[in-house]
């Protein structure tokens, strides 16, 4: 990265690759405490969110490190140190999470072993295509390479977000009260969030200078790591809570009337 | 460490130490998390594992630091620093892990004490002889070393493989339904990771340059521990959920009908 940074833009993303190692840790904590909060049947949906945001954070944690060594300050700005910005621990990142994500949905929505099992594998190997491809784009700095391996990433981003708005709205028309609309939200929260990174991923392409396009790629991937990773996850819990109640399910209840 | 390394060789194996870190430690925290979800006599198994992907992260913690102290760049390669990457974190980790991993298996199989004691002896003594075997050979540049260490190990892990196969043939004969399948799976897993490690050990011995053969040997290594450690929990989980479920075991049962 030869790229010259304002000391406003390279705090930005500082401050916001900080905020977002202490955002994960906290969901993390949340998640993991909140288990016991919900039946029995939904409690593996909210470990599996603990442990999302648990890998996230360890990655920030990384990605800090590695963007403090990327920089030197220099004459009131900070100019590349000669160490790349390492963004493999994004896609390392993903490359776990991803899957991981879609095993919170499938754990919340309680679908069968079967239909859970085929939904998973179609799902995993169309977000390793996606990954694969999107990775070479990624470390590359020359427009035509990055646009061949977006519309290569394309393909399978689109065929996960098909398959799970398909798979969200029969869940959504199977319920009904707080878990129909919960259903609803969640599917805006993972459609809304998911949108961002092929369009961070083309702030180089689409004009914005090597400075500009660098944090817009930095912002734009925390942002949509926080709202697809964190609050997605709250989402997943209020999905979790509402169906425990639904369910009819209580911690012990026996023991408050006896 | 005399090797040369490419930037891309080098980054291999940077960026898999480093997810495999992260990935060792959320299957500690899901491990963890998840014992409670499994009937008591099913938990041990369950804690071990969080104990044995948890020892693992810690060396992977070590080895990356390691690995980053092992190289200098200099002339768009990485060169030996003077410092040896420490082979011997690896096998600390699977001097403890590997009884460890038995033991696991030995706790979800739900054999008789006088069973499981013979059993994680004969298996403990064997693997301390393949570790101690394997060592030597691995620290050793000299083909004709590590080829004598390596058929010395190989007596201690294929009667390790042999009683394991044997012993899980046993149990799957004994079960019916998901708990079965599971089984085979389990014994899948298992002889298809540990059959990565001597494969990997034979790297610099078959023809592989040394650089290439280094890289081989850190991918595959980081590789089988994933598969050994931390898929094979996420099978031993299921398998104990499996048994739950065959057991007629539910947390607070009366809470629902009360």
Redesign the interface.
Known sequence: MDTTLSVLQYDLVFNVLSLTIAAMFAA?LFF?GA?TQVA?KY??AL??S??VV??AG??YY?MFESWKEAFTFADGAYVSSG?AF?E??RY??W??TVPLLLVELVAVLGLSRAKSSSLLTRLTIASVLMLGFGYPGEISSEAGTRWFWWVAAMIPFLYILYVLFNELGRAVEDQTGDVRSLLGRARTVLIASWWVYPVAFLAPMIGLSGATAEVAIQVGYSIADLTAKALYGIVIYQLARAKTEAD???????AVTA
């Not at 009819?248 to 026996?254: F, I, K, R, V, Y």
Request: proline share 10%.
């Open positions: 993390g993991f288990r029995p409690r593996p470990l599996v603990s442990v648990g890998i360890y990655h990384r160490v390492n493999a621990y390392a990142d490359l776990i009819g399910w209580q911690e012990a209840p026996a």
